[in-house]
């Protein structure tokens, strides 16, 4: 264990408050009030003076940076050409749109970037007018997606039917589920890769997305939905964002109404990708595929609650799917 690893929260809050005041200073905002967010993938601070708020993200040491700047691009593209509300990227006086730091006490650089602050509150168990808004926000995202590229050089990998379950090795996958229910989740793959391969790959089906688009990332203001944290942007099919949505609301007892309003507000925009009640449940599967990649590779979040809902929520939707078909 490194010796930051070995500090109290308050020391380590310190050092990163000390490394946003210096990341802050290429924005001439060195004597803005911050207030420490919390820690998950990356370190968060609200930024705060009298001309306005902003959010700064300080990101963990070996990130990808053509993945960033994928997600700041499209930021950008839609703060251009839409009326959406997202973080705005911030641009620094040198003229990048991040940055990567370094300062004596923390390991590593880390790229930084500040974005302006999205308003709204957040929504536990949203009602069936919100799922409604959160139709309208897909469906805008996606047909933005529709006409969007990015430079030849940022082109993203395509999530498509051959690698579905690559980021999940069958022997990582044993390592921690009984045999049984490993091999559950693995006879999804082929439903899946059907799934896909009936949706096709063009522009009406398939394109940029949020690729994390729950209630827990659109924030509501005066009754319009508004989307956060970009993070996992990448190209798949549109309905992938739809079964994200919908993977925190299967036990509702208003799931029924919860999917009438969404698809009336999707629709109202754009029509739906998918079949709801085909296509959706093999795609929150897909889903969870990359959750579990993430959880099993990331040691600290084995033992996190969130993180054991979803490895055993996992094994139950794979049940589910098979006996299903």
Known sequence: MSSFDELSDVERIERFERLARKVLATYGLEEAELRYLGQSSNVMFRVQTDEGRWALRICDPGRDHQILRRELLWLVALCRDTDIVVPEPVIMRSGDLFRSVSMPGLPGFRACMLFRWVKGQFEEEPTV???EAMGVLAAKLHKHAETFCFPDELEPVRVSPETVGDNIPAALLRTHYAQHD?????DTIPLIQQTMLSLGPGPDVCGVIHGDLHHRNVPFHEGVARAIDFECVQWNLYAYDIATTFSYF?????????????????SAIRPLPCSF???????????????????????????DEWASGVLESAVRKANRLLEAR
């Open 129 to 131: 007018g919100q799922l």
């Open 277 to 303: 009640d085909e296509h959706i449940p093999p795609l929150d599967m897909l889903r969870s595929f990359a959750l579990i990649a993430l959880i099993l590779r990331t040691p600290r979040l084995r033992t």
């Open 250 to 266: 299967s036990g509702r007892s208003d799931f029924e109404a919860l999917k009438t309003a969404y698809v009336a507000g999707y």
């Open 182 to 186: 490993a091999q559950s989740i693995l």
